[in-house]
């Protein structure tokens, strides 16, 4: 167990709907992580927040969107969902900001979208 | 913007021999991070090793050692007495240093396959 949860771990839905991915962070981690792991694009970083504020944005579609709560847990929506949105998705958590901090991976939630 | 290559799609070793996986990476920093992580079957992703840009010895953890040379910006993890546990996706990552926005960037990985 790396301490960092996610749930669901698998998600199967149909195309135009929206699902949430719930992320609760290692205990004291302040900097949450969002990647898309798909066959034909790899592992992308989709956003980044630190204690509830936005830091970084990477490939993340303008259908999907994230935030963080005052509590840290964070949560990934993702709308109008299309087939080449199935994939692994891995949410991360530091303890901070800096590049020293090891980032430490939940198990993450394979979404299926039929 | 950085990148990570990783030009061994796959690899495959004997048990107990040893083996060696590439990476590349492109920055124009020089304050940054490098790791290997470790991709089972599981699908979880494990924190293999860590090297700090601006320290000239190669970490090692065990079995697992690194040959970071920051001039030719190349960064191999080289695994020794291999097991049948080590077979996984191996994927090097990059990340910069004290700044924001210092998420990890991956490169493509490398599939290990172990032979008993």
């Known amino acids: 167990d790396s301490g960092v949860t996610q749930t669901p771990k698998h998600l199967i839905t149909a195309t135009g709907q929206r699902v949430t991915l719930r992320c609760s962070p290692r205990?004291?981690?302040?900097?949450v992580y969002w990647y898309q792991q798909s066959l034909d694009q790899g592992l992308q970083f989709l956003i980044q927040?630190?204690?509830?504020?936005?830091?970084a944005k990477g490939n993340i579609l303008e259908r999907f969107s994230a935030q963080q709560f005052p509590d840290l847990h964070s949560e990934l929506n993702l709308s109008s969902l299309e087939l080449g949105d199935s994939a692994l998705y891995f949410c991360?958590?530091?303890?901070?900001?800096?590049?020293?901090?090891?980032?430490?991976f939940g198990a993450g939630s394979r979404l299926t979208v039929l | 913007a950085q990148t990570v290559t990783q030009s061994q799609p796959e690899m495959s070793v004997q048990e107990a021999e040893t083996v060696t996986l590439s990476c590349t990476y492109d920055?124009?920093?020089?304050?940054?991070?490098l790791f290997w992580y470790k991709q089972p079957p599981s699908r979880q992703m494990i924190l293999v090793i860590r090297?700090?840009?601006?320290?000239?010895q190669n970490a090692t953890e065990n079995r697992f050692s690194v040959n970071f040379q920051k001039a030719a910006k190349s960064f191999s993890l080289k695994i020794s007495d291999s097991q049948l546990g080590d077979a996984a996706m191996y994927f090097c990552?990059?990340?910069?240093?004290?700044?924001?926005?210092?998420?990890?960037?991956f490169g493509g990985g490398t599939r290990l396959m172990v032979k008993p």
């Open positions: 991360a958590s530091s303890a901070g900001g800096s590049g020293a901090n090891v980032l430490t």
């Open positions: 205990s004291g981690d302040l900097s």
């Open positions: 927040y630190y204690n509830g504020e936005e830091r």
């Open positions: 920055t124009s920093e020089s304050d940054y991070y």
């Open positions: 090297q700090e840009a601006y320290k000239q």
């Open positions: 990552a990059y990340r910069r240093g004290n700044s924001a926005g210092n998420m990890l960037t």
